[in-house]
T-cell receptor, first 110, second 111 residues
Framework: SQQGEEDPQALSIQEGENATMNCSYK?????LQWYRQNSGRGLVHLIL???NEREKHSGRLRVTLDTSKKSSSLLITASRAADTASYFCATDGSNYQLIWGAGTKLIIKP | SQTIHQWPATLVQPVGSPLSLECTVEGTSNPNLYWYRQAAGRGLQLLFY??????ISSEVPQNLSASRPQDRQFILSSKKLLLSDSGFYLC??????????FGQGTRLTVV
């Protein structure tokens, strides 16, 4: 089942601009993860943020988590053409599952 | 380091033919293993997961089955493919509470 919902569904920005994607979820979580998927490829893990963390950084990525609003955001700063991909959030569900959102398709225009 | 192999990358099969997609993991033991299907432009739908040899849990009733004959081998099968089985299939492994590692996917087209 799909718990997470990313918005926007699609985002197109100029290279060098910042890109922000949001994820909302419905049930309480232990952690939330963000993944990137290049077209026709497998998903690659970007960052994991635990429920007791509010913000986490990794290079040009910044993830925030607001458990009171059941939402998270992924910020990519100084975007590059290579950041063009789909981005998914996933929360830990029951029975060893990850619950996935439908993704945000990000296009970086040169 | 851990790696995950999934093959083939693309597959075109006629309706009614059997299917076998294989996924193997290296560099770790007793992983949780997963098969997902992804429709074009959509998120991931969990098909099967396994927490150990011979232990398979199915999330969606369908024309597919899964088996785990060895600790690091996960197989997705069908006896007779349907047109609706077309899609992008992804194998993944993880441990509880940590990141998932994905294979490169198999693009299945049933004709």
């Amino acid at each position: 089942s799909q718990q997470g919902e990313e918005d926007p569904q699609a985002l197109s920005i100029q290279e060098g601009e910042n890109a922000t994607m949001n994820c909302s979820y419905k049930t309480s979580i232990n952690n939330l993860q963000w993944y990137r998927q290049n077209s026709g490829r497998g998903l690659v893990h970007l960052i994991l943020i635990r429920s007791n963390e509010r913000e986490k950084h990794s290079g040009r990525l910044r993830v925030t988590l607001d458990t009171s609003k059941k939402s998270s955001s992924l910020l990519i700063t100084a975007s590059r053409a290579a950041d063009t991909a789909s981005y998914f959030c996933a929360t830990d569900g029951s029975n060893y599952q990850l619950i996935w959102g439908a993704g945000t398709k990000l296009i970086i225009k040169p | 380091s851990q790696t995950i192999h999934q093959w083939p990358a693309t597959l075109v099969q006629p309706v009614g033919s059997p299917l076998s997609l294989e996924c193997t993991v290296e560099g770790t033991s007793n992983p949780n293993l997963y098969w997902y299907r992804q429709a074009a432009g959509r998120g991931l739908q969990l098909l099967f997961y396994s927490v150990g040899i011979g232990q398979i849990s199915s999330e969606v009733p369908q024309n597919l089955s899964a088996s785990r004959p060895q600790d690091r081998q996960f197989i997705l099968s069908s006896k007779k493919l349907l047109l609706s089985d077309s899609g992008f299939y992804l194998c993944a492994w993880s441990r509880v509470g940590t990141e998932a590692f994905f294979g490169q996917g198999t693009r299945l087209t049933v004709v």
